[in-house]
């Protein structure tokens, strides 16, 4: 247990010192999200009816970005190395990683999350369910894309694959997070949804270190 | 022990079964397509557009069971380093493809004369377009290494992620669609399918079956024999 | 080394008929060898003839193509956490991060191998005392060359596996590892080198590479 907290505080540490992570993502979250009343005009009515949708998507774009750097900077260092020959197991290593990623990048789009909606005029109602939604769905963000990030560790245009290997995964959550908000609107309630995001955050918790550590020991062969 | 050892049997009996393969598809598909176009009923909705469905329907179904084979090959190759299940996967990745473009396309062509839109956002239709995706960046993954086997090994992990996922996404989709509800046109009845229809749908079936089965050995074959001609350069450059 | 911290030194560290095969290329095969208490093996052979490969065969980070590796009869496979506890890889990157000074550099690794013991002490044996406090970015590559060798007296372990550890290293610093070296085996650790430079080490066999290279028909194979 010591040894994981160890490698999130490591993480989070670098994080810190090195700056700039999550201020990009929130940069970009919030960039695109103003974009959008540019594309499809400002009238409050179309905006409310797309908001839930376009909060998410950019969201999860926004989380993709800082995807790249999970494990990159670990492997050209020869960290990763070091750290694959730790006692501590490498699928524990994945959680600890992914535990750090969220807390950098994936609380900061929940707090900005509501913030942006404001600017869309989402209905009122929905934000308890934007907020729940996206406090289970971000963690699986964060689960999916390691993943995605160990998969495409060295390879050509790493970036652009990551971002073609992980989208389709992210489908489900998509859905889920954005039904939950509508259905809060529509007065069916939210819990099923919510539900459904419940479970998939327990099913990536405990598959995807299991296939990120796999990719990882791969890329170190 | 060595790497090649294996193949080697498999080219034989691969050799043998080919071109009976080969007969069979061009008996099954020929028999298939006469009966789907000239035989089968037309529906009484939809007319002569509803043949579309001998094509579209076995190529849905080929373009899952592919991905399946391609996770299953996948299984095999991660647990027992088994050479020619890496290969065997990475082979069958563009015929997945291709079967999941061809039900795309097939699906555009046979929702224009309904709804007058190149594009419906059915459930199966949307799943399969999602599919098409896994299936792009499989190909793409496994294409982006310079070193084969390391593409090949990424490949097979991502596969086994996206077998586990497919239920998944095609429950999420299903659960998005009845959100949504846009109409379905590609409503089958199930079992209460005229018999008539049924015969060459199962024929199609089966010869895409046996399409996807001959191309695979072409392809997994010719791959081994590329394998073979690369480890005859490096011996020359030894 | 603390009075504490002792080695557990038990049986032989064995390999038997190893290949290795890197990408489509096999680069060595049919290689044995034993590892006493006490015992070193000197890799030689030229670039390319598997020297890193065949250390990280033996940390466990690639499995050998054919053969086996058993420490003291049972194979490593079996456990291979307990493999991790049991050894020391220092590859040819340094595994530093530039934001992190040299001391928590070395903490860290420390702490992820479960001892909170200080490690001052390993920092002063190769005279990065007076370095404790710097980031890593400000160090020579000698200093971090040292810097990772360090981790070696960090934490006690029975096995260390060094590639190319004398590279950047000085005169004074050489002898400083070996040093460290000789004490290791002197309390039965057993240590596997690859160099291209002549080492002086006390009994210590030198295992050349080039003879186990593939025959031109093996390659084929």
């Not at chain 1, 495409?152 to 489900?172: F, N, T």
């Not at chain 2, 959100?179 to 379905?184: D, R």
């Not at chain 3, 370095?131 to 590559?141: E, F, T, V």
Request: charged letters at 15%.
């Amino acid at each position: 247990m010591s040894a994981f907290l160890t490698l999130v505080a490591r993480d989070l540490r670098l994080a810190l010192r090195q700056g700039g992570d999550a201020a990009m993502v929130i940069a970009f979250f919030v960039l695109s999200v103003v974009l959008f009343p540019f594309a499809v005009g400002p009238e409050p009515e179309l905006l409310q009816r797309i908001a839930a949708g376009i909060v998410w998507v950019t969201a999860l774009l926004a989380a993709l970005l800082s995807l790249e750097r999970l494990f990159q900077a670990d492997y050209e260092d020869g960290s990763l190395e070091a750290l694959a020959l730790l006692p501590l197991p490498l699928e524990a290593q994945v959680l600890a990683k992914c535990l750090a990623h969220w807390l950098v990048t994936g609380l900061p789009l929940i707090i900005v999350a509501p913030l942006l909606a404001l600017l869309l005029q989402l209905d009122p109602a929905g934000y308890p369910a934007l907020i729940a939604g996206m406090v289970l769905g971000t963690p699986i963000l964060s689960l999916i894309g390691a993943i995605g990030a160990a998969l495409s560790l060295g390879a050509r245009r790493g970036g652009v694959l990551l971002s073609l290997l992980v989208l389709p995964l992210y489908i489900p959550v998509l859905i889920f997070g954005v039904a939950a908000i509508e259905a809060e609107i529509q007065g069916f309630g939210p819990r099923p949804d919510l539900l459904l995001l419940a479970a998939l955050l327990v099913l990536a918790v405990g598959l995807v270190p299991f296939a990120a550590a796999a990719a990882l020991r791969l890329a170190l062969e | 022990m060595f790497r090649l050892a294996n193949p080697n049997r498999f080219m034989q009996w691969s050799g043998t079964i080919l071109p009976w393969s080969a007969i069979a598809t061009v008996l099954l598909l020929g028999a298939g397509l006469y009966l789907a176009l000239f035989v089968a009923p037309p529906d009484y909705q939809q007319g002569e557009s509803v043949r579309i469905m001998y094509v579209h329907v076995p190529s849905a179904y080929m373009a899952t069971t592919v991905y399946g084979l391609m996770a299953a090959a996948s299984a095999v190759a991660l647990i027992w380093r088994h050479p020619v299940a890496d290969i065997a996967a990475r082979e069958a990745a563009p015929l997945g493809a291709g079967f999941t473009l061809l039900c795309l396309v097939t699906g555009s062509l046979w929702g224009k004369p309904m709804w007058g839109t190149w594009w419906v956002w059915d459930a199966r239709l949307t799943s399969v377009l999602v599919l098409f995706f896994l299936y792009l960046g499989y190909i793409a993954l496994i294409n982006a290494f310079d070193e084969p086997t390391r593409g090949a090994r990424a490949g097979a992990i991502l596969a086994l992620v996206g077998v586990v996922n497919l239920p998944i996404i095609k429950f999420s989709v299903d659960w998005w669609n009845t959100l949504h509800q846009p109409a379905s046109i590609f409503r089958l009845g199930g079992p209460t399918i005229a018999p008539s229809m049924l015969w060459p749908l199962a024929i199609m079936a089966l010869g895409f079956t046996l399409l996807f089965v001959t191309l695979w050995l072409m392809r997994i074959r010719s791959a081994l024999m590329a394998a073979k001609l690369r480890a005859l350069r490096l011996q020359q450059a030894a | 080394m603390p009075p504490d911290q002792t080695l557990r030194t038990t049986g032989d560290f064995t390999g038997q008929g190893l290949a290795c095969r890197r990408g489509e290329r096999l680069i060595f095969r049919g290689l044995d060898f034993g590892l006493g208490p006490g015992g070193a093996l000197v890799l030689i052979g030229p670039n390319g003839s598997g020297k890193s490969s065949l250390l990280r065969l033996m940390a466990g980070l690639t499995p050998p193509e054919a053969g086996s590796l058993a420490w003291n009869d049972s194979d490593i496979r079996q456990d291979p956490g307990a493999h991790r506890a049991r050894l020391h890889f220092i590859g040819h990157s340094d595994a530093l991060k530039p934001v992190l000074s040299a001391g928590e550099s070395l903490a860290f690794w420390a702490r992820m191998r479960g001892t909170s013991a200080p490690i001052e002490p390993a920092l002063a044996r190769f005279g990065l005392a007076d370095a404790a406090g710097l980031p890593c970015r400000y160090l020579s590559a000698g200093q971090k060359r040292r810097l990772a060798l360090a981790r070696l007296v960090g934490t006690p372990a029975e096995l260390w596996l060094l590639d190319e550890p004398l590279t950047s290293l000085d005169s004074d610093a050489a002898a400083q590892l070996l040093a460290a070296i000789a004490e290791h085996r002197a309390q039965g650790g057993r240590v596997v080198l690859s160099t291209h430079a002549p080492i002086e080490l006390s009994a210590a066999p030198r295992l050349s590479l080039a003879d186990f290279r593939p025959t031109p028909a093996e390659l084929l194979a």
